[in-house]
Every structure is written in structure tokens, then in C-alpha cells.
């Protein structure tokens, strides 16, 4: 299908300006260009609408640093890039890089001419030659050096651009969007219905049905003026002839008009070794994560950040303005267009195609410590008929098995070869849908020796959470039980699909399973196994809980998963032949790394509060354990079912010497419970999270004395978390009154901030999340590591770290800053209240205290504290004026841990019901 024909009986028409009053566009951008065609025979002269800032920059005297060449796609039009005008603008009105945005109405599109013509995407490429061309003798001028912006088929044309001036370019910036279709990959639906022979007029021209559902595509949905504006240059058939051409215009087939040009830029954008940014929103029925892969691909050196709830329009879901004029300011771009386009610049995460190796900006490459690698245990102990784990949750009908070190360790080599031999690599990444047990820690430690990356996302996330964290990780191959598989199956997740079990080959077929882990076993017989990975190379990508927004993936290399075993070894004293339970699953996989025999008990590991006490008791005598690990929220139910333990169970739990809970903040009343649960044991509780699974400990006897310390010395308050572990550093950036982190990190008692650390064992980056990455670190001492929590809280006296609660969650009142737990506790104290969350709600610097409630005796429904409860609350609290108590059934927490209280979506959800809103469960 030639580009020309969805655009029959097409007719020319001059460009125009956009109408005034279109929302968010300062009409003042707007202006005409008159561009000859110097590709043309005809020698014909254009004129394009254009979106151009220089005026504005002109009227503050200052000369921009460079040029944003930005490009729309289909059927957007420079209306798309308002924000990023208006923000480059404003930012040079206040002192900042002044950079000039030049946004296009590509030809027959948006204001600009329509030509009476097709143009194919070759031409379209020429087109914007022959506007640079004409602007660089304008009156204007073109000041370099230029970055492209492009968006959906935008983002071909700008990096055709791209690839045609390297004496100009100075980088490349890309939001949803393309340049090749995978092989076998059928062409998005939306797109496979538009190009129907039957549909494509009807549906791109006759029509606005493809403009109305591309702005469907928006989260949330567009404002009405919003979506008018779009449609302003597109009120008639005759002016939607472009958008029609655009989409016939996509080469299905090798034999389309169109083919080559793509081919050439695809193989060309791999050469560009500029500085480069992409902007994504998984959320896109089109330009799914398929094409940011193959983009990646090409251009290895990118930053990348996914912005998860986004989707095609990510223009309009996020502030994609202040993500694109952060990466400018980061970049060494004024004056190095020709040498950057010979070279890499930067690069926040650049992955070695070869071995899966990262590192991130301004940070040296981790090296060899010279720890053991991860598998060393296995390796050491392979003769040895001791237990390493025990399956305390086995096979319906079937007794707790027991897996020596000489099985597991076979296993683990057979597994490796096995791996190989079907296609699993170095750098692959595995994603791990095993549940608990011998299986999953044999797959795990198999991952991890042929180099292969295993991504870790348990159950515990929830279907959707799962999902997102699936699909984000981009596994090249999946490995599961059935609940795993069906999922995988049914929601699309990627990967080459191994079972855990073998099933009859329509089953097989059904689920699309290749093989099973018998199949690998008898394949890696042999135990013929390749080099083990380095040390700095990827071995993870684990991901977080999810309790404070979309869990992410954090990266660990082999060297920093080795720091987190030894540093856990040498603060709670495990090492080969100790007893561990651990009822947080992932903690589990450390146990072969540590030498240690585990197990974890038997519960619903996607609901830790259904771990009871006599579980744990089954436990440790199964392994006869002297270290126990529990998350809070399975701490709490353990206590709470103590009842049901027998005397053997007593006695068993009498064995266990160090008790450990993480993951939340523990109270002392709760770890002083679960101390009368297991005497003899030292009560511990870790600070850490995943991106650094161990930065301080505290005992019981600890917290004790931290607590009449600040209470003399007049502290803020809050959770003490005890002082760093031996190989861990801690500091804190002080607030400022708006609640933002700005201090330098620094050791000073008493001062309130946010909780920067550093350690061998923090992670290596987030994955794909460039500004998160870039938020998290923090230079504070050349050589070292440094990642930014997100947790408040501050340092006392004696060294030790109380966390007051998270930077999302300070309230900003007109009286000051107020941080929550400190409060909370206070509440938590009242014989009424079983748990409580203070929140604030209104504008920021003069916010309200919000006391959300659940009591002792379960409310059903959500209801204003009675007077007597109300005012015990603001007794309580010591301090800030309480402006409203409330009720409810249930407090809302994270799925993992069960135990991490969601104050942003109780912040939202309270606001609403004190404006008048139903009062729903929240």
C-alpha cells in the first residue's frame, strides 16, 4: 500500500496559526517559516507552523546553550511539546540553562501546509533537512548544538534527522516510538485494525476515529479543552489526510516504499554514540517495552526511565518537561556536538551486551573485594550428606523434605549445564515464578553460576504488581510452577517458559512450556559448566515491596549480593551449619550463600500474617535453628497465637539464640513479646530495605536505652534503628522548611533529614529508572557509594538512627515541619487504638494533621472518633493541633510485608472525605 493512498482526493492548503486560547499554549511560540524544498525537483517552497521559544528568550537577553528539535508522530501535532516550551522558558527567566525549543508541525500536519501530496517517511526526513536548513539562515537562526526530541513516528523522522547531521548533534531524546518491528511479531493491534484495506480511510480520514482513540490513550483522561486543542487542525476530512498517509505509510512488508528509509535509520541509530535519553510509558497498546527493548539495544549508553502508569500519550500522563531539561542540565552537550557525536558523553546505566555489566554515572566500576562468590558453599560442601535446607511446606500427602548439600549441590551443576544447553546465557535474564523450597534455590544458585541474571519478584507483590514487575524486567526466559505459568500464559508475560514439573505435552503446548527442570537435569548430566561470572557483573534484579509506589527493580551485581551475605554472616554470627528460619521467602535464598541449613515455615508467603506461632516452632525444631528471621507483620500474628504452642514447641523455641524482624518499623512492645516467646534468644531488628538489605541493628536492650537517652535529651523521637553495621556509613541531609532534602549529608545529632548511607552492599542502580537513579545517589565522600533512602529521620548522641517516617510523608504546617511515626507512637500508646497513621492534608506549607485510627475493639465502618477518643488523640500527641480523628475497619498496607502503612493514599483519601466525599474503606 503506497503512502498515498489513504489520502485520496486530497487537495492542498496553506498553513495557518493555531487559534488563540488553546490551554497551556502561549500563542507567542507560534510562527510560519517559509522552507524551500531543496530535495525537490519542483524547487516548491513550504511553509510550516512552527512552536519556537527564541522570542521569549530574546526579550530576557539571554543566548541559549543549544537547540530541542522536537518532532510529533501521529495524529499529534507541536501542541504535544507546550509544557517543554513553556517550562525551557521559564527556567531561563530564573537563572537556568537557557535552551531554545524548536517544536514542528511536520508537513501536512498539525498548521502547517498541506502539500496536496503523500510523504513517505524518506521525505519526511528531508523535510525536516530542508526546515533546519531554512532556519539556520532565518533571522533567527538555528543556535547549536541540537538535541532531537521525537514521538511516535516523530521519533523515526528526528532520528533520521539525527543520523544525517552528526556535525550538528548533540544528542537524542526519544518517547514512545520505533524503528524496527521485530521478526515473528505481529504489528500492533490498533494499528494491524487501521491499516485494514477497509478500515484505513474510513478510520483515519472520513473519519476522526483514530485521532479520538490516540487520545483515548491518556492517564488519566484529557481534559475537554485538552483534547479540542488536538483537534483543532484535524475539524475536517480534507485535514486529516496526513494522518492517514502516516499510517499507511508504515511499512508492513519488506517490499513497502518505506522499508529501506527505516532499515537505514535502524542500522544507522546504532552508531550514534551521542549522549541519550528515553522517556517510556509501558502502558501503550502500540510502542510497547518490545521496541524500548530493541532501541536499547542499539543504543546501549541510554539513560532510560519508565514511568509506570504512563502510556503512549506520556507527554501528557507525566512531567516529562522537567525529566527532559534535568537529563540537558546533566550533560556536557554546549560546544561538543561533533566531538559527541563520536563518542559516549555519559551514561547512568550502560549493560555490556556481552556479559550484563553496569555501572552508574560517577561511580567507579565495582571491582573484585576479593569476597567468595555467592555459590562457594555449594561448591565446598558438595561431598557432605549434612542437611542444607529443609521444605517444611512439601507436596500434598507427602512428609517435610530434607535436601543434603550433596544433592543440592549436584543439582545445581546439573541445573547450570542444563540451562546452557537450552539456550540460557550470560546476561539472560531468568525470572524465578518457583515457589519457596528446594526447587526455587536450586534454580537460583544454577541462574547465578552460568551468569545468567535471575529477576525476583514474589508473590507477595500481588497479580498486578507481579505483572508490571514481570513485564518491566524483560526476562528472556521464565521459569515456574503452574499458577506462575498460567499467569504467564493468560497476561502475556515474556520468556522462553521452563515448568518445574513435567506435564502432558497438550498441557505443555497450553501453557507454552519448552521444557521442565527434569529436562534440564538430564541434559546437564555432564555438569559441563562455562566461567563462572566477575564480580562486578549483574547477578539481580529484586524487586522492591511496592509499599511506596510501583515496586521497582533494583540491580545488585555479584560483588555487592556477596557484600550483603558477608555482612549478614558477620553481624548476626551465621555461617556453615547454623539453624535459620526465615519467614520472609527471599531472606530464604541467602541461606546456602551463608552456609547455614534453612527453612522457611509453613505459611502463605503472599500473606505474612498468616505465619502462627506454632509454625515457627515446627521450624526451628526441623532444623534445629538458632537464628530466626520474621517480617513484622508475621511477628505480630506469631504473637498473637502463641496460645496454641505445646511444650515441645516451647522447648524448641528455647534453642533459638538471635531473633531478627525487619522490614517495618517494630515496636518495643512487640519485640519484647516475641523475646518472652524465645528467652534465650537476643532480639534484634536490622534497618535495611532492598536496595541495601542490611545498614544498622539494634537490640532490645538497645532500644531501651535509646529511649530514656532521647527522651532526657529532648529528641524528636521516632523508631530507633540502633547504630550502622561495621561496614555500613550513615548521614543525614537536613530539610529545608518545604520539606525537601537539601543539606549536605552529614553526621551532626539531632538534625531531622532525610537518610543517606553507603556500604558495600547497597545496590548497584535501579533498573530502568534513570531519575530515580538519579535521585537516589549522592556524593558525599569521593570513593564511595552513597544512596539517598527516602527515609527521615536523624542521629543522636551516641550515634544511633531513629527514622521518623518518609520523605513523602512529612507534613508541612504553617507552624513547621512535623514527621509522623513520633506522633504515631504516642497514639499507638492509647489503650483504644491498635494502630494509627498521621497524615496531612491541604496545600503544602499550611497542611492539617490527620489522625487515622484503627482501634482495639474493630470498627466495621469508617466514622469520626468519638469526643473521648478524639481528645485523648490530641492529648496524646504533645503538640501539633490534631484537626480531625478518624475511624476505619482497616488501615491500608503493603502487600509484602502487611505491615507498611500507605500514608500517601491515605493522605488522598482522607482529604476526600473531609471535603465531603463518601466515607469508604480506604
Excluded at 509499599?547 to 521497582?552: L, M, V
Excluded at 502463605?604 to 538458632?626: G, I, Q
Aim: hydrophobic residues 45%.
Amino acid at each position: 500500500m503506497s503512502s498515498a493512498s489513504a489520502g485520496a482526493s486530497r487537495s492542498g492548503a496553506p498553513a495557518s496559526l493555531p487559534p488563540s486560547g488553546l490551554p497551556g499554549l502561549n500563542a507567542s511560540f507560534s510562527r510560519l517559516i517559509d522552507v524551500p524544498e531543496r530535495h525537490s525537483t519542483t524547487r516548491s517552497t513550504r511553509r510550516w507552523h512552527i512552536l519556537d521559544n527564541a522570542p521569549a528568550l530574546a526579550e530576557l537577553g539571554v543566548q541559549p546553550v543549544g537547540t530541542v528539535l522536537c518532532v510529533h508522530g501521529n495524529p499529534t501535532w507541536s501542541y504535544l511539546w507546550r509544557r517543554l516550551l513553556s517550562s525551557a522558558t521559564d527556567a531561563a527567566a530564573d537563572g537556568g540553562q537557557a535552551w531554545r525549543v524548536i517544536a514542528v508541525d511536520q508537513l501536512n500536519m498539525g498548521f502547517s501546509e498541506r502539500t496536496g501530496e503523500g510523504r513517505p517517511l524518506a521525505r519526511r526526513v528531508r523535510d525536516l533537512d530542508d526546515l533546519t536548513n531554512a532556519l539556520s539562515t532565518d533571522a533567527l537562526g538555528l543556535a547549536g548544538p541540537i538535541v532531537t526530541l521525537g514521538h511516535d513516528w516523530g521519533g523515526v523522522v528526528s532520528l533520521g534527522w539525527a543520523v544525517d547531521h552528526p556535525e550538528l548533534l548533540a544528542g537524542v531524546m526519544l518517547l514512545n516510538t520505533a524503528v524496527h518491528q521485530p521478526e515473528g511479531e505481529p504489528i500492533p493491534a490498533p494499528l494491524r485494525l487501521a491499516l485494514h484495506r477497509s478500515l484505513l480511510r474510513p478510520a483515519t480520514v472520513a473519519t476522526p476515529a483514530f485521532l479520538e482513540t490516540t487520545l483515548a490513550l491518556a492517564h488519566p483522561s484529557l481534559p475537554s479543552p485538552v483534547k479540542d486543542a488536538y483537534r483543532s487542525p484535524y475539524r475536517r476530512a480534507a485535514r486529516r489526510a496526513g494522518i492517514g498517509d502516516f499510517v499507511a505509510d508504515i511499512p508492513v512488508h519488506a517490499g513497502h516504499e518505506s522499508a529501506p528509509e527505516l532499515d537505514r535509520i535502524a542500522h544507522r541509530v546504532g552508531t550514534l554514540r551521542v549522549p541519550a535519553l528515553m522517556l517510556w510509558g509501558p502502558r501503550d497498546p502500540v510502542f510497547s517495552d518490545r521496541y524500548l527493548d530493541d532501541l536499547a539495544r542499539r543504543m546501549p549508553h541510554a539513560d532510560i526511565h519508565r514511568f509506570e502508569g504512563a502510556g503512549h500519550l506520556i507527554a501528557e500522563d507525566v512531567d516529562y518537561a522537567s525529566a527532559v531539561l534535568t537529563w540537558l542540565g546533566d550533560q556536557p552537550l554546549v560546544g561538543q556536538a561533533s566531538e559527541a557525536a563520536t563518542s559516549v558523553a555519559r551514561a547512568d546505566t550502560v549493560p555490556d551486551t556481552d556479559a550484563g555489566a553496569g555501572t552508574i554515572a560517577g561511580i567507579a566500576p565495582v571491582t573484585d573485594g576479593g569476597r567468595q562468590p555467592l555459590w562457594h558453599h555449594l561448591d565446598d560442601l558438595r561431598d557432605s550428606d549434612d542437611p542444607a535446607l529443609v521444605e517444611m511446606v512439601p507436596a500434598r500427602g507427602q512428609p517435610s523434605r530434607s535436601v543434603s548439600w550433596r544433592l543440592l549441590s549436584k543439582r545445581v551443576r546439573q541445573l547450570a549445564a542444563g540451562l546452557a544447553a537450552v539456550g540460557v546465557s550470560r546476561g539472560d535474564r531468568v525470572s524465578l515464578l518457583v515457589p519457596p523450597g528446594a526447587d526455587l534455590t536450586a534454580v537460583l544458585y544454577a541462574c547465578l553460576r552460568i551468569g545468567a541474571v535471575v529477576v525476583v519478584a514474589d508473590a507477595g507483590l500481588g497479580l498486578r504488581g507481579l505483572t508490571r514487575a514481570v513485564r518491566g524486567a524483560r526476562p528472556d526466559h521464565l521459569i515456574g510452577a503452574v499458577p506462575g505459568l498460567i499467569a504467564a500464559r493468560a497476561l502475556g508475560w515474556p520468556g522462553q517458559r521452563i515448568s518445574t514439573a513435567r506435564y502432558p505435552a497438550p498441557v505443555a503446548r497450553a501453557l507454552g512450556v519448552s521444557s521442565a527442570l527434569a529436562d534440564l537435569i538430564e541434559r546437564g548430566r555432564d555438569e559441563v559448566l562455562p566461567d563462572p561470572p566477575g564480580p562486578g557483573e549483574i547477578a539481580a534484579v529484586l524487586f522492591t515491596s511496592g509499599s511506596t509506589g510501583p515496586a521497582k527493580g533494583v540491580v545488585y551485581t555479584h560483588d555487592q549480593l556477596a557484600a550483603v551475605r558477608d555482612a549478614l554472616a558477620a553481624q548476626y554470627e551465621v555461617g556453615v551449619g547454623t539453624g535459620l528460619v526465615a519467614g520472609f521467602a527471599p531472606f530464604a535464598l541467602l541461606g546456602p550463600a551463608l552456609g547455614a541449613l534453612s527453612v522457611t515455615p509453613d505459611m502463605d508467603v503472599t500473606s505474612p500474617k498468616t505465619l502462627t506461632a506454632a509454625s515457627v516452632a515446627a521450624a526451628v525444631r526441623a532444623v534445629e535453628a538458632t537464628v530466626v528471621f520474621l517480617s513484622p507483620a508475621a511477628l505480630a500474628n506469631v504473637v498473637a497465637t502463641e496460645h496454641s504452642l505445646t511444650p515441645e514447641d516451647r522447648s524448641a523455641l528455647d534453642g533459638v539464640l538471635t531473633f531478627l524482624s525487619a522490614g517495618a518499623p517494630v515496636s518495643e512492645q512487640l519485640l519484647a513479646a516475641a523475646s518472652a516467646l524465645m528467652p534465650d534468644a537476643r532480639a534484634h531488628t536490622p534497618y535495611g530495605m532492598t536496595e541495601a538489605l542490611l545498614v544498622t541493628d539494634v537490640t532490645l536492650t538497645g532500644i531501651r536505652e535509646a529511649a530514656t537517652a532521647e527522651h532526657a535529651e529532648g529528641g524528636s523521637g521516632g523508631v530507633c534503628v540502633g547504630v550502622p553495621a561495621p561496614s555500613a556509613h550513615v548521614r543525614i541531609s537536613a530539610l529545608d522548611p518545604t520539606g525537601a532534602a537539601t543539606g549536605v549529608p552529614a553526621g551532626t545529632p539531632g538534625v531531622t533529614g532525610e537518610i543517606v548511607i553507603s556500604a558495600p552492599q547497597i545496590k548497584d542502580h535501579y533498573d530502568r529508572l534513570w531519575l530515580t537513579n538519579r535521585a537516589a545517589d549522592a556524593a558525599v565522600t569521593t570513593g564511595e557509594r552513597w544512596h539517598r533512602t527516602g527515609d527521615v529521620g536523624h542521629l543522636d548522641t551516641s550515634g544511633r538512627l531513629w527514622v521518623e517516617g518518609r520523605m513523602p510523608h512529612v507534613i508541612t504546617t504553617g507552624a513547621g515541619l512535623i514527621t509522623p511515626v513520633a506522633l504515631e507512637q504516642r497514639i499507638d500508646a492509647l489503650p483504644a487504638v491498635r494502630r494509627s497513621a498521621v497524615v496531612g492534608v491541604g496545600p503544602q506549607g499550611v497542611q492539617h494533621v490527620i489522625a487515622v485510627l484503627e482501634t482495639t475493639a474493630r470498627s466495621r465502618r469508617v466514622h469520626l472518633a468519638e469526643p473521648d477518643l478524639a481528645a485523648a488523640v490530641r492529648d496524646a500527641v504533645q503538640g501539633p493541633d490534631v484537626a480531625a480523628v478518624l475511624v476505619v475497619p482497616q488501615l491500608p498496607t503493603d502487600i509484602r510485608h502487611n505491615s507498611k502503612i500507605d500514608r500517601t493514599r491515605l493522605s488522598e483519601w482522607t482529604a476526600g472525605v473531609l471535603a465531603g466525599g463518601r466515607m469508604v474503606k480506604p
